[in-house]
Structures are given as C-alpha cells and as structure tokens.
Nanobody, 126 residues
Framework: QVQLVESGGGLVQAGGSLRLSCAAS????????MGWFRQAPGKEREFVAA????????SYADSVKGRFTISRDNAKNTVYLQMNSLKPEDTAVYYC???????????????????WGQGTQVTVSS
C-alpha cells in the first residue's frame, strides 16, 4: 500500500505561481512513477504531468507544457509540481497518483495508476 498526501494548494491570481507537494509513504518511493492529475468542476479528471520511477523521464499535458514542472526528491519521498503563469482555467482539484508497475514510460491514463491522494484545491482568480 502507498499513502499519498498532497499539499500546497490555495488561491492565487492569474499569472502567479504555486508549488504542490505530494508526500508518499508505505512503499519504496524510488520504485514509483508519479503523476499529477486535475479535475475542474463539471469536467472529467485529466492528466497533467508525470515523472517516471527512474527519475529521468517526464511527460506533460499540452495545456501546461512550458508552465508546469514536475520533479521528485527520492530522499524526501516527495514529488512536486511547480506551477507558473497560472491561468483561471488551471482552477481544479489536483491529485497526486502513483504507478507501481515499473514500466519505463510515463503513462497518462488514470487506470495506469494504482494509488491516489485526496487532492488539493487550486483556485486561480482572474
């Protein structure tokens, strides 16, 4: 089992920045591919970014590429999502997820992820 706890959400003005953190426990963190997803009101949950368990491969949704950066610190069992140049359309609940399959590629589908956090709200005002 893996427990994931997100933090760092909040209210920010358009153009601002936030950094989300996700602390993992219960399994060797370095063996997990980690992802961030988000769900806006009335919309389905969508992929945002992922970083593979080897630490070298990342993947981003087109809507956030160039603005968001995913990273991980295996010593702290934590994955981060640095969000810059935030837009009102980035408003959503952001979820951290863990893929324990140890495949080499980062995957964008929700079904590929085995464990989920409870989510943290990000609100971007215009």
């Amino acid at each position: 089992q893996v427990q994931l706890v997100e933090s760092g959400g909040g209210l920010v003005q358009a153009g601002g920045s936030l950094r989300l953190s996700c602390a993992a426990s219960g399994r060797t963190f370095s063996s997990l591919t980690m992802g961030w997803f988000r769900q806006a009101p009335g919309k389905e949950r969508e992929f945002v970014a992922a970083i593979n368990w080897r630490g070298g491969g990342t993947s981003y949704a087109d809507s956030v590429k160039g603005r968001f950066t995913i990273s991980r610190d295996n010593a702290k069992n934590t994955v981060y999502l640095q969000m810059n140049s935030l837009k009102p359309e980035d408003t959503a609940v952001y979820y951290c997820a863990a893929d324990a399959s140890r495949v080499s590629v980062t995957r964008r589908t929700q079904g590929a992820y085995d464990y989920w956090g409870q989510g943290t709200q990000v609100t971007v005002s215009s």
